[in-house]
């Protein structure tokens, strides 16, 4: 296995994250993000960025995306272009916790947004969902983008390359779960019992 282009999204952290890396003999190299990180812009342009011209979308070996928790809105975008890709370029998809990747990227407290009420908090408590009025000091996610997404890339590295193995599984893609602070407005969570 060498030179697979792999593509990261992830919408999870009030904005959007979108990166390229490459994976060579089982390692993460050459990790770059697109310029354009607005949930607004969505991720086409993104990935039109990181992958260009007519063939990029034959570049792309397998797909990563952060399932939260996050932004509602921000999560399904991202979920659901990473999952499109996926399925039109006929590659894995890994769903990778943002919290996970965050922990593991960050070696001082911060915090980003995950919507208008709450932020993704990660401090010596470890990473937990709080009130955005509690939270450590607000990172900008355009400075610790590309630790982000290398963590991202780390973190899904082991699945990327069971499923680049084994051609057999490529087509195989169940929307990743995606993990919500709360439900969405207006929407009550299920009672129990049927």
Known sequence: M???G???IDGSLG????ARAELVNGSVTNVRCSSVL???SGALPAVAELFPGAGGRSEIAGVVVGCGPGSYTGLRSAAGSALGIARACRVPLIGIGSAEALRTASSSPLSLPI???ESLAVDAQGVRIV?????PPRAVLSEIGLSLAEAMFRLATPALCEALEHPERREVHAAP???YP?????????????
Not at 131 to 135: C, E, F, G, N, V
């Open 131 to 135: 009130p955005a009025a509690d939270a």
């Open 15 to 18: 904005e959007l994250l979108v």
């Open 38 to 40: 607005t949930q607004q």
């Open 177 to 179: 779960p995606l993990l």
């Open 182 to 194: 709360a439900p969405p407005r207006g929407i009550k969570p299920p009672q129990g019992g049927a």
């Open 115 to 117: 919507g208008a009420r």
């Open 2 to 4: 060498s030179g697979a």
């Open 6 to 8: 792999l593509l990261l």
